[in-house]
């Protein structure tokens, strides 16, 4: 979806409320995004530059960190952008941008002026929001290190305080076994 700009250009100051819910490639394709992008931007013509504001989500289908069960997760991600309204001409050299063409910047050069493009805007903050670790669940207890089934479903023998015996020398250390 491209949003034409010229109109809001035109007065300093000027706003626009932009509505958006479309389904979007994540560009990733170990995670995908499900079901349409949701948000909602609000474009400011604050001068020498266009000021994004707002927030956008969507579903993630992601790998568990500790089971590798994948689960659906939500990412929100506000947006709060400046982008120099010179930025269209300098990315594309002054000529009309071709549909699917890669450019560096949400600002397209069109034939009316400039145009932001929600659907660059929208993967790039969401990409961002991607979590360092993702959890299934917050206790989620991870795989059994025998056997490799789900610590909550493992038939494994596995006392509570067993300790790997390439650490035991710790437990020396700090006086809990004799040597």
Do not use: K
């Amino acid at each position: 979806m491209r949003v034409e700009l010229e109109a809001l250009r035109a007065e300093s100051g000027a706003s626009l409320v932009v509505e958006y819910g479309e389904p979007i490639s994540s560009g990733l394709p170990d995670l995908p995004f499900v079901g349409p992008v949701r948000g909602s931007v609000t474009l400011t013509n604050l001068g020498p530059v266009l000021g994004v504001d707002g927030r956008i989500e969507a579903q993630v289908e992601i790998a568990c960190d500790r089971c590798a069960v994948r689960f659906l997760h939500t990412l929100e991600a506000e947006v709060a952008e400046r982008l120099d309204w010179n930025e269209a001409l300098a990315t594309a050299g002054g000529r009309e941008a071709e549909a699917g063409e890669d450019e560096a910047g949400f600002l397209v050069p069109t034939a009316s002026g400039s145009a932001l493009e929600m659907e660059r805007l929208a993967r790039e903050v969401l990409i961002s929001a991607i979590p360092m670790v993702a959890l299934c669940r917050p206790e989620c207890p991870g795989l059994c290190d025998r056997c490799g089934a789900d610590r909550g479903s493992c038939a494994c023998e596995q006392a509570e305080e067993s300790v790997d015996p390439r650490l035991r020398v710790l437990g020396v250390l700090r006086g809990r076994e004799p040597d």
